[in-house]
């Protein structure tokens, strides 16, 4: 579950991009506890996609997880750890006003205490990735 920054939630309504901050294991293996996230707000969402969305019973709480299947009433969506739970699975489907953007990048922050050239050249060519749609996996995730 990600919490947005300060600064972000202020020009989330100028800016089309955002920053979140993933915490806890519910979407493992794709994200990581600790792992940023730029997120594109109001960006068109299709299954398979990784949102940003307010809890639907905690309005102040934000939460990632994988878009599976538009049904009536919103969206279902799953977390990519099964053993996790709070996704759909408890709360049901996410009416659409709710999901706030799509994940477009994941990146994660230098490791403190790794400051030689070597570490920190491997932490820049890893750090940022693209956070795709995985089809297959909404539709693995879909049977559950």
Known sequence: MPELSQETERTRGVLPFGAAEVTGPSMVPTLKHGD????QYGAR???GDVVVLRHPFQQ???VVKRAAERREGGWWVLGD???AGGD???Y???????VLGKARFRYRPPERGRRSPFALA????????PVLSDRSAS???RAR
Request: without cysteine.
């Open 60 to 62: 102040d709480l934000l």
């Open 45 to 47: 969402i299709r299954p």
């Open 92 to 98: 049901g489907t996410v009416p659409e006003e709710l």
């Open 139 to 141: 539709w693995r995730l």
């Open 122 to 129: 491997r932490w820049a060519l890893s750090a940022v990735r």
């Open 36 to 39: 940023r996230l730029v997120v």
């Open 81 to 83: 750890n099964a053993f």
């Open 88 to 90: 759909s699975t408890d």
